[in-house]
């Protein structure tokens, strides 16, 4: 899918409504634009689990969250791993990681940002 295409969004909902795919769309964004392993993705999802977890989460990637992820047109398969497409990397998907604290408010963004450049100018005087 590219950004000309429009999306199906029932298709893209449901892809975002397991918190797995989330997970592994926010990393695969977060990630070089080099495929990234379903193996090291199945690491991902384990986090701090025990080791035969990697298992467990690399049949559910491979049977079930990386079918629906391509699917919708968030990730393609190249080299034998998953990148994330360029339709995911225009969506906000920091706001899907779910450590992530409250999304931030525009006004009060741009009034932080506001505050650096004045700061910038007075001391740079």
Known sequence: ????TPPDWSTVFDALANAERRRVLVHLTDAPAEPVSPHDL?????GDGPPDAVEEHLVRLRHVHLPKLEASGLTTTEDGGV???QFAMALPTWSL???AGAVPDPVEFGLVQNERGAAGRSSGD
Not at 1 to 4: C, F, G, N, P
């Open 42 to 46: 199945a690491v991902v999802l384990t």
């Open 83 to 85: 990148v994330a497409s």
């Open 97 to 99: 990681d779910p450590t």
């Open 1 to 4: 899918m590219t950004l000309e």
